[in-house]
């Protein structure tokens, strides 16, 4: 794994605690703890830093490029920066007093790691071949195989307990598990628990807290094996609580604060300037439903004002409601005289609003009204509006043989009355156009997406092997591939396009098969290319190797551009 996948991996690890413990995490590294707000905390010995000063004896900060902060590591011992920030050790190797060397018994033979209690070209030391017909046992060359081991690619081993061949030959076990009784397992160190295919310190973790599945919520901490709630707080409803403040649980779990009563010390209070009545807090100086003194409400329309109900000012008691006199359509000048046919309030007279006459009893406007254009009685002929105290065709209309029609959309009247439009076009701005998406050419409406004899634009005419799609010329793709915003690709392994176009794999995962995985090896002889499994013998984009894309029409075919 390299330095920038690990350190993506832990910076997703400690927003996952951030989710589950606390809405603050702060940095630390080596013994100290990554502390989270609230009283809660939890322990790690790989925490991000900024601070060389941070990491314990022993070990130095890496920071990867591009990052601020990095994590605290022994280069004597770390597999991802081993000697040295960045430098990772193979996979077979691990890291040893800074130097990366052959795991377990294996030894460097020509920058090979190799066993060579069996391998037959370095059998015992490095170069001794076995004979023909020979295998490599126990360092030695051998006829046949001890009793319990079996011949795998020409060398005697242990189906039970060899980790390359579990169980059969060729079965390796994933890295960091074992072989066991033919079988890969996890195999989890002192003091941890095995969950799934995991191994977790069910001490502290807070997803596994004294046993598998275990999560520890409502701000509760795992502290050794048990949720519990931190110091200052209580365990109310299985929520970390502090009784001091919480107005839902003042004093105690479930006693709760009413009204605008606050928590202070433990107990409900109503805010200084303020006085409880019934179950809330009120300013009986204020408060229309307490005006003076708790229950003295206020009638409707008045307010309370220094602890007495009062109409606002500028209005007057009419009828027991405050209204004012100057523009009450019921109370216009005086309580009691009410405005009629649409006439309003206007400084306590009711007149007709402004441009609107009073016609019958009833104001209108003469230059809109069709019953009254231009004056009272004068009524517009059906079909045609007032305008301007005129009877005219709409805004839009024009008047073509005693009929109001829209010239801009009408197609026997497009433009000027009587132009009628071909068949298959309609009238669009006063003039005749062809439907979209359709494109007039030599006097016919045709889908320039899609006729291969005007791709895009009238008169583009395709090459005889293309095909017109979305406007434009293109070579028909492969069997098993899409086009995709132009291009042929292979749906089944291609990070922008899996499993359908513009679906695209995001974080660590790889497309393979149509679906985003999260793989560390790509299956069925494809190769990791970025986020992509690909298959390079007929890979559009990646053709014979990673990002190298056909071009002028050519197929990958068998991994070359033809």
Known sequence: MTMNRWFAKLGALALLSSFFLAPTLFKGCGNTPCGLQGGSAFFSTRCLTDNPNDCPPGENLCIPQGKTQGLCVNLKTDGDNCGACGTACPAERTCTNGACVCSGTKKDCNNTCVDTQNDRNNCGVCDNKCKAGEICTGGKCALSCPSGQSVCTDACVNLQTDASNCGACGTKCPAGQQCQAGKCEVVCPAGQIKCGNNCFNAQNDPNNCGSCGTTCSGGKTCQSGSCKCGVGSTDCSGTCTNVQSNNANCGSCGNTCTGAQQC???????PTGLTSCGNACVNIQN????????GTACPAGQQCKAGKCECP?????????????QTSNAHCGACGTACSGGTQCKAGKCECPTGQTSCSGTCVNTQTDNKNCGACGTACPSGTNC??????CPTGFTLCSGVCVNAQTDNKNCGTCGTTCPTGQTCAAGQCTCPSPLTSCSGTCIDTRFDSKNCGSCGNVCKTYQVCYVGRCLTPCPAGQTVCDDRCVDTQGDENHCGKCNSQCTGARLCSGGTCSILSVCPGGRSKCGNSCVDYQTSQLHCGSCNNACTGGKFCISGTCQ
Do not use: F, I, M, R
């Open 264 to 270: 202070k010390a433990g107990k409900c209070e109503c």
């Open 287 to 294: 408060d229309n439903v307490h005006c003076g003194a708790c």
């Open 313 to 325: 000012p500028g209005q007057t008691l009419c009828s027991g409601a405050c209204v004012d006199t």
């Open 387 to 392: 305008n301007a105290g005129k009877c005219e």
